[in-house]
């Protein structure tokens, strides 16, 4: 291979080619000569890592995932680790996964961690393999001063757990730290706002940017330390409010007014999830928040009085402003919302991506895209799922949507309209 002219392609175009093939195919091509191997452990190729120390297959891709870490682990940058489907038969192998890759990987500089679905409230079943756990992880954040973007949503760690990590990461790391995703991070029915640890963990992080969090971990309090030191950073905040969390506290729009303030660029982001009582979610969209996207999904209570049309209302008046999308899955049997949803949507000039999954008259439908087609809403983005339907509104609705089609694709709205029924798909 030496004498062939394949022998002497620089390395920016080898590196080029690498990084179109899977690790197998690299290796292959790594032994065609010493050339093509040299290329093979440049650093740039092995930057980005996505890892596997979970599943069924826990032994070969604990196995895999190691011996990657021997090989190149110092070179990486940016690190997805995913537990998936953890159990009490593999619990222990995961453990050691996680144990030994991370002690492989201690001398890189990582500047994005993502570790998905850990679970430690759900899977894992004797305490001394959750603490083996939270001390590995802990003990590879003291050797990381340099992530910029950390992702733990879904870990559902105890009280003592969580602020463990969290102080772990925020003294090494907390001062660079711009993303933070903590989105279910403490297992569910944990009044986290109230805990003294967390509301001082909290402010190790003076850099933040982008902050995803529950409900049950904001107050008053937590977003005055967000004020104090994070002046002028703060840009989005996502807010997850789950039923099972603790979430009738509120937080006064005083508090909200001054975080706007010190953060001109703030927007909010709030996902209800099983929560659609109008005297619930209100009380949590105080006007002062700076509100851009919201998601709703009601959950299936049939006895429960929403009262939805409040909810609705409700946004139309006090965010007609800044609400720019809106998702809705409502189980709404009980209740109708064809006339303030079309209200609202009229109110809200900033609103342009609108999904929702609801029972609905196919009026409503055509008085929607109507609006859209005389330019009175801006709808960028108009995904419909009508439930309920009998057959005959069934065919109304197949005529409304080959009857707009062509009108909002000319005007390049990504639109979708279909129904519940089996026969629709």
Same mark, same amino acid.
């Given at each position: 291979?030496?004498?062939? &002219?394949?022998?002497?392609?620089?390395?920016?175009?080898?590196?080029?080619?690498?990084?179109?093939?899977?690790?197998?195919?690299?290796?292959?091509?790594?032994?065609?000569?010493?050339?093509?191997?040299?290329?093979?452990?440049?650093?740039?190729?092995?930057?980005?890592?996505?890892?596997?120390? $979970?599943?069924?297959?826990?032994?070969?891709?604990?196995?895999?995932?190691?011996?990657?870490?021997?090989?190149?682990?110092?070179?990486?940058?940016?690190?997805?680790?995913?537990?998936?489907?953890?159990?009490?038969?593999?619990?222990?192998?995961?453990?050691?996964?996680?144990?030994? *890759? !991370?002690? @492989?990987?201690?001398?890189?500089?990582?500047?994005? *961690?993502? %570790?998905?679905?850990?679970?430690?409230?759900? *899977?894992? @079943? *004797?305490?001394?393999?959750?603490?083996? =756990?939270?001390?590995?992880?802990?003990?590879?954040?003291?050797?990381?001063?340099?992530?910029?973007?950390? /992702?733990?949503?879904?870990?559902?760690?105890?009280?003592?757990?969580?602020?463990?990590? %969290?102080?772990?990461?925020?003294?090494?790391?907390?001062?660079?730290?711009?993303?933070?995703?903590?989105?279910?991070?403490?297992?569910?029915?944990?009044?986290?706002?109230? #805990?003294?640890?967390?509301?001082?963990?909290?402010?190790?992080?003076?850099?933040?940017?982008?902050?995803?969090?529950?409900?049950?971990?904001?107050?008053?309090?937590?977003?005055?330390?967000?004020?104090?030191?994070?002046?002028?950073?703060?840009?989005?905040?996502?807010? @997850?409010?789950?039923?099972?969390?603790?979430?009738?506290?509120?937080?006064? $729009?005083?508090?909200?007014?001054?975080?706007? &303030?010190?953060?001109?660029?703030?927007? #909010?982001?709030?996902?209800?999830?099983?929560?659609?009582?109008?005297?619930?979610?209100?009380?949590? %969209?105080?006007?002062?928040?700076?509100?851009?996207?919201?998601?709703?999904?009601?959950?299936?209570?049939? /006895?429960?009085?929403? +009262?939805?049309?409040?909810?609705?209302?409700?946004?139309?008046?006090?965010?007609?402003?800044?609400?720019?999308?809106?998702?809705?899955?409502?189980?709404?049997?009980?209740?109708?919302?064809?006339?303030?949803? =079309?209200?609202?949507?009229?109110?809200?000039?900033? !609103?342009?991506?609108?999904?929702? +999954?609801? #029972?609905?008259? =196919?009026?409503?439908?055509?008085?929607?895209?109507?609006?859209?087609?005389?330019?009175?809403?801006?709808?960028?983005?108009?995904? #419909?799922?009508?439930?309920?339907?009998? /057959?005959?509104?069934?065919?109304?609705? &197949?005529?409304?949507?080959?009857?707009?089609?062509?009108? %909002? @694709?000319?005007?390049?709205?990504?639109?979708?309209?279909?129904? /519940?029924?089996?026969?629709?798909?």
């Amino acid at each position: 291979m030496e004498s062939s &002219s394949w022998a002497y392609l620089p390395d920016t175009a080898l590196i080029e080619i690498y990084c179109y093939l899977n690790d197998q195919e690299r290796a292959s091509m790594a032994l065609v000569c010493r050339s093509w191997l040299r290329a093979f452990h440049a650093p740039c190729l092995w930057r980005h890592r996505s890892v596997e120390l $979970g599943g069924y297959r826990a032994v070969i891709t604990g196995v895999r995932a190691c011996s990657f870490a021997e090989q190149h682990g110092k070179y990486l940058r940016h690190l997805i680790v995913s537990c998936n489907h953890p159990s009490n038969h593999t619990s222990k192998v995961v453990q050691k996964n996680i144990e030994s *890759f !991370l002690q @492989k990987i201690q001398g890189c500089r990582l500047v994005t *961690f993502d %570790l998905e679905r850990l679970e430690l409230d759900r *899977f894992w @079943k *004797f305490d001394n393999l959750r603490e083996k =756990v939270v001390e590995s992880i802990c003990r590879f954040f003291r050797s990381q001063s340099h992530i910029e973007e950390f /992702d733990m949503s879904s870990a559902q760690c105890s009280l003592t757990n969580g602020c463990k990590l %969290l102080e772990s990461l925020g003294n090494s790391s907390g001062h660079v730290v711009k993303t933070l995703g903590i989105e279910d991070f403490f297992h569910t029915r944990l009044a986290i706002y109230q #805990v003294k640890r967390f509301k001082q963990t909290i402010s190790y992080f003076t850099a933040l940017q982008d902050l995803s969090i529950n409900y049950s971990c904001l107050s008053d309090d937590i977003l005055n330390i967000l004020n104090k030191n994070l002046a002028g950073k703060l840009t989005r905040i996502l807010i @997850k409010v789950l039923k099972p969390d603790p979430h009738f506290h509120r937080i006064s $729009g005083r508090t909200w007014k001054m975080l706007k &303030s010190s953060c001109p660029d703030l927007t #909010v982001e709030v996902w209800f999830e099983s929560i659609g009582v109008s005297t619930d979610v209100i009380p949590i %969209l105080v006007p002062e928040m700076p509100l851009q996207d919201m998601h709703m999904w009601s959950g299936y209570d049939d /006895d429960t009085d929403w +009262n939805l049309s409040e909810t609705i209302t409700h946004l139309g008046i006090h965010y007609k402003k800044t609400l720019q999308s809106l998702s809705l899955e409502l189980d709404n049997n009980q209740e109708y919302i064809d006339d303030v949803l =079309v209200r609202m949507l009229s109110r809200c000039t900033c !609103l342009h991506e609108l999904t929702i +999954n609801a #029972v609905l008259h =196919v009026f409503t439908i055509e008085a929607i895209c109507e609006m859209i087609q005389e330019n009175k809403i801006l709808l960028q983005v108009l995904h #419909v799922t009508v439930c309920g339907l009998t /057959d005959i509104e069934w065919a109304e609705l &197949s005529y409304l949507r080959e009857k707009f089609t062509p009108m %909002l @694709k000319e005007r390049h709205v990504d639109f979708k309209l279909q129904s /519940d029924l089996m026969i629709d798909s």
